[in-house]
């Protein structure tokens, strides 16, 4: 477990690094930074004076660590569209972004789980091929345009809902929360079903085949034959062991959504980061680039670790092989 | 002539002919490519060259509609270009994209599938170990992170330019980890058995038994992930330029035509979006049912 563990760290640490590597080739190789800050028209010795305070003359190696160093403490510097520290900027986006990827993972888990289990128990049934059907469409359906439909139809066509921006915010500290106001809450409706189609298909699916599996299994038969009434035997034995599966893939789906909130938050305009880094892509604004590219590999490195883990915990079949193959 | 007779008897083509959806699919499939391959010839208008078009065609409604014109069929945009022309052309650049993309995948994928397999050791861990840290993260967010960066590195007068070999790389470095591993384990089957040994016993060269024989072998598979990628690969292209990160304006495929109409969605000019996003269903759609069909014919297992 604990060679596991530290190899996993390990691997995480590596992966960082290169990502940080890009970043880095980002700033110091895309147009010069010295040029950037002071001109076409700086005399030769204004330009050595910077280069020799931004640490420019010093070997790569120094570069990259300071830029290492810097990265952890969290500064990139400012944004040169902006003007504004990278960090302030990206604090101010992320309550928007974790909103949405809180709703829109939290409706993908309970309809997602529901749908599934509905459609193993009644395999035959009209409800569930439509189901069925409508989520192999819903599979081969790019997001953005999910998106631009559901604001054509609820948007423009029966003007219920908000098709840009979050609407009104309250200030909690640092934290800008939409969750308290009715236009916020109207306003994250039609981004968050949007962000979670893609998700629930699939959670939908998983849930499905893996209640199938279950309930062919010896186990069952033999809950049925004590004489279990179907709601134990469905959700007591049959759903509590579909569960783990469904855990990890939900695990690993979180890095989707985050994936596919770029395209959401383009879509709907969200003031979130992925709008923050589509925006900067188009302007150049690298040090937001970099900051962002070195944050999301964070985000996922940190999820894969503890979607890994977790699987250890909970899955208890898994500790149990390990410790007899230890014997 | 008889590769084409042997071809009609088999049950390829038997189970085609017995999945009604799968020849749907197929006849879409294959209107698609058509409208795209012969769109200069069959278009109604170009919508590219300046003389054609004109401002005081612009914002038509499709022709059905009140105040449609009967030689725009879908309708034309902001600037008097004809929608149907304009998907045309823009199918034209998306399965291009996508086609390219996949072969640079493939390539890159079988090659180095191949080789982890087959040599083995520190060659194949290194190789598997870059494939597992990709599938940590989503494809289109590695697509979209290399083509975002990518751009940076190319000087802004030729982004537009260049901008087809960018999208192309971006997708075809997110797309070889699935060659690569389906190949990988085939290869390590294929190693083992009598041929590959009975050629290394008469002294065949490594890299000989690696292309005439296992090679060949190994394909199969590669095939059903290669049509199964291709909807992918237009999705993801469409995805980038909807982003802004994609093909520019000047040579638009479908996913920028959608994302220049989103503009006009609140003036109410619906058609101008939401025709490219039609064609570009359909396209993924009929070339998934193709990929499921010819993965369930080419399984032996299933039959």
């Known amino acids: ?327 | 002539m008889e590769a084409i007779n042997r071809f009609f008897d088999g049950d390829v083509w038997y189970s085609f002919k017995q999945s009604p959806i799968t020849i749907v699919a197929a006849v879409f499939a294959l209107i698609c490519i058509l409208a795209a391959v012969l769109a200069p010839l069959i278009a109604p208008h170009n919508p590219y060259d300046l003389a054609q078009i004109s401002l005081i065609n612009s914002n038509l409604p499709p022709a059905w509609s009140v105040g449609g014109n009967a030689s725009f069929l879908l309708g034309t945009d902001q600037q008097g270009r004809d929608i149907l022309s304009t998907i045309m052309y823009g199918s034209r650049v998306s399965l291009l994209v996508a086609l390219c993309a996949v072969v640079i995948a493939i390539l890159m994928g079988v090659g180095l599938g191949l080789l982890a397999g087959y040599v083995g050791g520190r060659v194949d861990s290194i190789i598997m170990r870059l494939a597992d840290i990709q599938l940590t993260f989503p494809s289109i967010l590695v697509a979209l992170l290399i083509a975002g960066v990518g751009r940076q590195f190319v000087p802004r007068d030729l982004q537009d330019s260049l901008a087809i070999y960018v999208i192309i790389l971006s997708i075809s470095l997110t797309g070889w980890v699935q060659y690569a591993r389906t190949v990988r384990g085939s290869t390590l089957v294929e190693k083992s058995k009598e041929y590959v040994q009975a050629a290394r016993v008469i002294g065949v060269p490594r890299w000989t038994i690696m292309f005439r024989h296992v090679l060949p072998n190994v394909l199969g598979p590669v095939l059903v992930i290669a049509t199964l990628n291709i909807a992918t690969a237009i999705l993801t292209e469409a995805t980038l330029s909807f982003l802004g990160v994609g093909m520019p304006s000047t040579q638009p495929s479908l996913g920028t035509l959608i994302s220049e109409g989103n503009n006009y969605l609140f003036s109410g000019e619906w058609w101008i979006t939401v025709f490219p996003g039609l064609a570009l269903i359909v396209m993924v759609v009929s070339v998934n049912l193709l990929g499921d069909w010819l993965r369930d014919a080419l399984n032996p297992k299933l039959r």
């Open chain 1, 1 to 327: 477990m604990l060679a596991f563990i530290i190899r996993r760290l390990f691997q995480a640490a590596l992966v960082m690094l290169a990502v940080a590597f890009v970043s880095f080739s980002l700033f110091n190789f895309v147009g010069d930074p010295v040029n950037m800050m002071l001109g076409q028209d700086a005399t030769p010795e204004q330009r050595e004076e910077l280069r020799a305070d931004l640490g420019l003359d010093k070997p790569f190696y120094v570069q990259f660590t300071r830029f290492v160093g810097n990265a952890v403490k969290g500064e990139f510097g400012l944004s040169l569209r902006q003007i504004r520290p990278v960090a302030t900027l990206i604090k101010e986006r992320l309550p928007a972004t974790l909103e949405l990827a809180f709703c829109a993972g939290a409706l993908a888990l309970f309809f997602g789980i529901v749908m599934g289990v509905f459609t193993a128990l009644r395999r035959r049934g009209f409800i569930s091929q439509f189901l069925l059907t409508i989520s192999l469409i819903g599979v081969s359906l790019p997001t953005f345009l999910i998106g631009i439909l559901l604001i054509l139809v609820f948007a423009v066509t029966l003007q219920w809902l908000p098709s840009y921006s979050r609407g009104d915010v309250v200030q909690l500290g640092w934290w800008s929360t939409g969750f308290l106001t009715t236009s916020g809450i109207k306003s994250l409706i039609l981004p968050s079903i949007t962000l979670s189609l893609g998700t629930m298909t699939l959670i939908m699916r998983l849930v499905r085949s893996e209640m199938l599996e279950v309930l062919r299994t010896d186990y069952i038969k033999f809950a049925r034959a004590r004489g279990l009434t179907n709601r134990a035997v469905h959700f007591g034995h049959a759903l509590k062991n579909t569960l783990v599966p469904v855990m990890t893939i939900t695990g690993l789906q979180l890095g989707a959504i985050i994936a596919f909130a770029i395209v959401t938050e383009t879509v709907f305009q969200w003031p979130g980061m992925g709008f923050l880094f589509i925006q900067s892509v188009q302007f150049a604004d690298i040090p937001v680039m970099a900051a962002y590219l070195v944050l999301i590999a964070l985000v996922f490195v940190s999820i894969n670790l503890i979607v890994d883990l977790l699987y250890y915990l909970v899955d208890p079949r898994l500790r149990i092989e390990r410790s007899t193959a230890g014997h």
